[in-house]
């Protein structure tokens, strides 16, 4: 409730690649309304995005908008692009500018910032990561991205992180797949993405069986990049989400390769005895995204 | 000045493998002494230690010390072993209390940190990071390490970055030196720190010539830690300082190589277009660690 104990209400965007998903609501338990719009074109998906906005403010009035986006994009409130997606290969999506037409359109003040960050502040506030002020949270789907909070704020800095293109040691001998970025090739993303399994194996993840040699191979790829992500950062936790984690026989196997990798180099309980609880999936699940955009909303303009 | 009009001066130790360097002083331009005093065991380094903290306090009474120190440490004072070295390969230096010691022998509150975490600080203060609220400083020499400041603040989390001991791509055909660290065989550390450079080429490093094709090789693995510390951390800035990085045409080749190995994914102008300010040197060279001890000191117990 505000001063004048009207309700406040926020909205909230998860801009994803394949659909973007629309709330409005306050948390986890109080959402009002949800709504899943397909990505087509800049122009028809915003359209379409700002409709639905227009219809439910109609009759709720809301505080504020919070988008959380697919990268890379510009976080920068400074800055002259703050809200656009930058460098995306995601035909067309280069250089829009989201929160600017969905702020103008609906009158409304707009918080932006990666998916990824949204997602770990959504946690932060509701799920795997309460009461921890430096944690990642790593995306493994249609691509691998990575965001969290250090010293408890959103991870920014120059723009924003891109854990999932980091490079790792590839054995071309025992695997020749040649890895799948545009950008650099056998990158972790490139080799451990979703799309880097399918082609990989001739088939898509979800029909390989739990028994296959695919998710040993890709929980290698895995404990790497959490290895460096550890080394880097020393998160106090690690909440790994997207399609390729519903396989849920991989959380054994890279917590397994992640302490031997380490190889008892870092000595933390959490990590020598609590593994269990140091490598988690998410506790918000599907609705991370879009509960962290509304969680945003509520950051920057409470 | 305190509230009485007594000035305020600090202690600073950079507990280092090679030496403790001690001083006491506020700021690179009001250092009152110095005294470098050579690492040996702890008992003997500590005592000498507080033996010349002890002689300056007798007529300079000192508010705080603090310490940056080699790593691993356990720098988070809620911790029952906070302000010890732990898991250190050094012979005796494991599990040594050093801040408890030094504490306790002087009467004195002792801020404790990475000698990496208080070098980024003190160069955020007076040196190359001004102004920078998340950005990182690397130390390669007789070993490699990372630290820095995110969202403003020392990096911590869990324990404290040890960005030196990521995993990069090892090519073993155009390289066979299999690594040397002792945990991690060949991570950015076992390839590129100062010890596996004299030990592939048989010489120390400042024996080699500037155009000997070890600085080629030095400058690729550099580019490959850095780019991942970049993907990772998305610093502002990165400082790169350490006996090794003395041999400034590694700049030019490290920075090239950064520009080429991200293959436009960040882009920021920082990156793109002004990458030689944005990978530098240290501005307060040598004194970086004791003056990071000071101000580990000042921002602890000002």
């Given at each position: 409730m505000n001063?004048?104990?009207?309700?406040?209400?926020?909205?909230?965007?998860?801009?994803?690649?394949?659909?973007?998903?629309?709330?409005?609501?306050?948390?986890?338990?109080?959402?009002?309304?949800?709504?899943?719009?397909?990505?087509t074109t800049p122009a028809e998906t915003i359209a379409r995005t700002i409709e639905y906005f227009r219809r439910i403010a109609a009759t709720e009035p809301l505080t504020a908008v919070g988008i959380a986006s697919f990268g890379p994009v510009d976080p920068n409130p400074r800055s002259p692009t703050f809200g656009y997606?930058?460098?995306?290969?995601?035909?067309?999506?280069?250089?829009?500018?989201?929160?600017?037409?969905?702020?103008?359109?609906?009158?409304?003040?707009?918080?932006?910032?990666?998916?990824?960050?949204?997602?770990?502040?959504?946690?932060?506030?509701?799920?795997?990561?309460?009461?921890?002020?430096?944690?990642?949270?790593?995306?493994?789907?249609?691509?691998?991205g990575g965001g969290g909070l250090v010293n408890g704020k959103p991870m920014h800095g120059l723009l924003h992180p891109e854990m999932g293109h980091i490079r790792i040691p590839h054995n071309r001998e025992t695997d020749p797949f040649p890895g799948m970025c545009p950008f650099h090739g056998d990158c972790l993303e490139g080799l451990a993405a979703g799309p880097a399994i399918e082609q990989r194996w001739g088939q898509r993840g979800e029909t390989l069986p739990a028994d296959h040699p695919a998710w040993e191979l890709?929980?290698?790829?895995?404990?790497?990049?959490?290895?460096?992500?550890?080394?880097?950062?020393?998160?106090?936790?690690?909440?790994?989400?997207?399609?390729?984690?519903?396989?849920?026989?991989?959380?054994?196997?890279?917590?397994?390769?992640?302490?031997?990798?380490?190889?008892?180099?870092?000595?933390?309980?959490?990590?020598?005895q609590r593994i269990d609880e140091y490598i988690v999936p998410p506790a918000l699940g599907n609705l991370a995204g879009v509960l962290g955009a509304i969680a945003l909303a509520q950051m920057t303009f409470n």
């Open positions: 001063g004048e104990g009207v309700m406040t209400v926020y909205g909230g965007i998860e801009a994803g690649g394949t659909k973007f998903i629309c709330a409005v609501g306050n948390n986890p338990q109080d959402i009002h309304a949800i709504e899943r719009i397909p990505t997606s930058t460098s995306t290969p995601r035909p067309g999506w280069a250089n829009v500018n989201l929160a600017g037409e969905i702020a103008a359109a609906l009158g409304l003040p707009v918080a932006f910032d990666t998916d990824v960050n949204g997602a770990a502040l959504a946690e932060s506030r509701w799920g795997a990561a309460r009461g921890l002020d430096t944690f990642i949270y790593l995306t493994v789907g249609t691509g691998f890709e929980a290698h790829y895995l404990s790497l990049g959490l290895m460096n992500h550890i080394l880097m950062l020393s998160p106090q936790r690690i909440i790994l989400g997207g399609g390729v984690m519903a396989q849920s026989q991989l959380f054994p196997l890279v917590r397994q390769k992640v302490v031997a990798q380490l190889n008892g180099y870092v000595s933390a309980p959490e990590i020598l």
